[in-house]
C-alpha cells in the first residue's frame, strides 16, 4: 500500500463566545481537515488546528506547507515507514500541528488495514478517560456558572483556569469563586499561557496556595530561562510545560534544567509518533504528564483521546477533551458523547471518525 494524494482542506467553525486568555483570543475555529488517500482505497483523517500567537503557524500557512513541501516528500511512502515519514517531515523547521495531522492521518491508516483502533496500536491500556474543562477569561460568577453548566450537563468535575490577567487579582477571585462554588471534591488547575512574569506567577501561586490545586501550566514566557527555574524551586504546586516544550529537546531542556515538574503532552502539536517518544522521556525522567488540547475540534479530541486511554500514564490524570463543546458546530457524523464526565475511545478500526460530507462542504472555505 502506498501514499497516493494528500488533501488540505481549510473550513471555518465560530465559537459560540469568544474564547479568551492569556496569549490571545478566537472566535472562530480556522482549521484544516488532512485527510490521507492510498492506492488500496483507505483514507487516513486527522485535524490541524493552527495557533499563530502560539508557534506561528496560520491556516495559510498549513496549507502551503503540506501542499508545496510535505506532499510531494511523501508520496509514494507506504503507511507503515512511519520514521521514514517522520525524518522526511522533520527536514522542515517548525509546522508542528501540519506534521502531527500527517502523522496521525497515517496511523489512522494503519489501523483501518489491520482492522484495530488506533489505541489498540499505540499502547492499549484503556479505552476511556476522564475529562478536563477549559474555562476562559471572564468575570468569576460568569466562570462560576460556566463550571456548573458543564458539570451538571456532562458530568465533569476537573476543570484547568485560564489565568495571566493584569493584575493577577480577578485571576486570583475566579480560582477562589470556583473552589467555593464546586467544593473540595473538585480537580482545579490553572494555565497562565506565558501571561505573567515570574515574579507575578510567584504572588499569584502564594495567593492560591491553600485552594488545592493540581498543577499550574506555563504561568511564565518560554524564554524567561532564569525566572522559569526560579519560581520552579519556590512553588509549592508542580509547574507544568506547554508551549515551551514542542519538542523532545525543549522537554529535556526544561525538566533537567529545573523549570518545570510535568508537561503537557498534545497530539495536535507532536501527533502520535511525537508525543509517545515525549511520554517514554517524561517517564524516565520521573516526570508527570497531562493530556493538553489544542482547541481542538471533534477530530482533534477523537485522537487526543484515542492516544491518552492507550497509556497508563496519560490516562492518570483527565484530559482536556472537551474544547469541542465551545464550536457551534462540527465535522463528525457521529458526535462525541461526554457521559458522567467520561469519554470512550470508538471501537471501529484506525480512528473511527467520519466525516460529515454536508457539513464540510458548508464550513470548507476553499
Not at 527536514?91 to 489498540?120: C, F, H, S
Not at 458530568?155 to 489565568?163: A, C, D, L, P, Q
Request: charged share 25%; glycine share 10%; with cysteine.
Amino acid at each position: 500500500m502506498k501514499i497516493t494524494k494528500i488533501e488540505a482542506i481549510p473550513f471555518t467553525i465560530p465559537y459560540r463566545k469568544p474564547l479568551r486568555f492569556a496569549s490571545g483570543e478566537v472566535t472562530e475555529a480556522e482549521h484544516v481537515l488532512v485527510r490521507v488517500h492510498t492506492d488500496e482505497g483507505l483514507t487516513g483523517t486527522a485535524e490541524a488546528p493552527p495557533r499563530p500567537y502560539t508557534y506561528g503557524e496560520t491556516q495559510a500557512s498549513i496549507l502551503a506547507v503540506i501542499g508545496t513541501v510535505f506532499a510531494p516528500q511523501v508520496t509514494g511512502l507506504s503507511p507503515l515507514e512511519r520514521e521514514q515519514l517522520r525524518v522526511r517531515l522533520d527536514r522542515t523547521v517548525g509546522n508542528p500541528t501540519a506534521k502531527a495531522a500527517l502523522d496521525m492521518a497515517v496511523w489512522d491508516i494503519v489501523g483501518q488495514a489491520t482492522g484495530l483502533p488506533v489505541t489498540e496500536l499505540l499502547g492499549g491500556y484503556g479505552n476511556r478517560m476522564r475529562v478536563a474543562h477549559m474555562v476562559g477569561f471572564a468575570e468569576p460568577a460568569e466562570m462560576v456558572a460556566e463550571a456548573h453548566r458543564v458539570g451538571e450537563l456532562y458530568g465533569i468535575s476537573t476543570f484547568k483556569v485560564k489565568v495571566g490577567r493584569r493584575p493577577a487579582d480577578l485571576d486570583i477571585a475566579a480560582c477562589r469563586a470556583l473552589r467555593e462554588a464546586l467544593g473540595p471534591g473538585a480537580e482545579l488547575y490553572i494555565d497562565g499561557n506565558r501571561g505573567w512574569t515570574a515574579a507575578e506567577a510567584a504572588r499569584a501561586l502564594r495567593a492560591l496556595a491553600d485552594l488545592d490545586l493540581q498543577f499550574a501550566e506555563e504561568l511564565c514566557p518560554a524564554d524567561d530561562v532564569l525566572g522559569r527555574r526560579w519560581l520552579a524551586r519556590q512553588s509549592q504546586i508542580p509547574l507544568f510545560a506547554d508551549e515551551s516544550v514542542p519538542t523532545p529537546g525543549d522537554v529535556t531542556r526544561e525538566l533537567l534544567g529545573g523549570a518545570a515538574h510535568g508537561v503537557s503532552i498534545k497530539t495536535a502539536r507532536t501527533g502520535f509518533t511525537g508525543s509517545h517518544r515525549i511520554l517514554a522521556q517524561c517517564e524516565g525522567l520521573g516526570a508527570d504528564v497531562v493530556l493538553g488540547n489544542q482547541i481542538d475540534g471533534q477530530l482533534g479530541s477523537l485522537c487526543s483521546l484515542a492516544f491518552g486511554a492507550a497509556f497508563a500514564a496519560t490516562s492518570r490524570r483527565a484530559g482536556e477533551l472537551s474544547n469541542f463543546l465551545d464550536m457551534r458546530d462540527d465535522l463528525l457524523a457521529e458526535p462525541l458523547q461526554i457521559r458522567d464526565g467520561v469519554l470512550r475511545v470508538r471501537e471501529a478500526p484506525g480512528l473511527g471518525a467520519v466525516i460529515d460530507e454536508d457539513k464540510l462542504t458548508y464550513y470548507r472555505t476553499d
